[in-house]
């Protein structure tokens, strides 16, 4: 089957910087701001830089126990990464790959608009239409997370 796409657009009124540095630290926030979905989390190799690993391990609130992704890309100055699931979620049994990427661009309000594109490539013959919809309510839940606690701190991730 060929790759398929969606596509999210999230308005926020935090900062693009500060809001991107919480995004990519995800692994450590996750586990403090949503502990009834993340268990815990570990960063397995490297320092946040390109080829870096994470592991969010998921309580039973969801229907998959860990997931482990790759960052293929960071741009520091232009607050967009990349990351690839490499291991766990639906990975072998719903889909054959899956990449996400991340751009805040910040607006002339103080704010940031988060575009997401997430590519994936499922396995034949599985209808991936709910999946989507349960991925464009993570993606929201992380970034809407991610935005409360940066508003709440205003000395994080400046």
């Avoid at 990427?101 to 988060?114: A, H, I, R």
Wanted: proline share 6%; net charge neutral.
């Amino acid at each position: 089957m060929s790759p398929s796409t969606w596509t999210l657009e999230i308005e926020s009124p935090a900062p693009a910087a500060r809001l991107f540095k919480a995004v990519l630290d995800w692994h450590n926030l996750a586990p403090k701001l949503l502990p009834n979905i993340v268990a815990s989390a570990v960063g397995i190799q490297g320092e946040g830089s390109v080829g870096s690993v994470r592991q969010l391990n998921f309580t039973s609130a969801m229907p998959f126990g860990y997931v482990k992704e790759l960052l293929d890309f960071v741009d520091f100055d232009k607050f967009e990464f990349k990351q690839s699931l490499i291991e766990g979620g639906d990975l072998g049994k719903k889909i054959e790959s899956a990449s996400t990427q991340f751009k805040f661009e910040q607006t002339s309000k103080g704010g940031c608009v988060c575009k997401v594109v997430t590519t994936y490539k499922p396995l034949p013959g599985v209808d991936n239409k709910d999946e989507v919809a349960k991925g464009k309510e993570a993606v929201t839940a992380t970034i809407k997370a991610a935005e409360a606690y940066v508003l709440a701190n205003p000395g994080a991730y400046v």
